[in-house]
């Protein structure tokens, strides 16, 4: 058992069946939108939100397997860190609950986007985003200031 245990509210939502959560305190809002409410600049995928325009980052996109299947309507969480905001599309949401976070040492499943594991009391293992993994990620990405 080790000396110090992490832990952390976080939203538990799944992608593509997979079982996925995010701190929180980095979680801004939470909306839905329509395929038609998505827009492409520069190769990327944006959404308006109010007066703001939001990159809308898609977690089976950042994988190595990407999947074209899309829903007619899809959640979004907004994440909003360091004064970056980017929605984050996701299937379904979970809810919240207290998580205990478990480093991960599997080379199978270690990605820099992702900063832990922890396993639910029914044995299920969820994946926790380093949300400042993602945006170091969207940096890359030029920034977008065109409002749709």
Known sequence: MPLTLASIQALLFRVHGRLYAVPLASVAEITRITDAEIHRVDNHEVFQLR??????????KLGPHAVTERAKRLFVIVIGSGGRRFGLAVDSLMGEEELVIKPLEDQLVTSPLVSGASILGDGTVVLILNVSAVISHLSRIPAVGAIA
């Open 51 to 60: 007066e703001q325009v939001l990159t809308l980052v898609r977690l089976d």
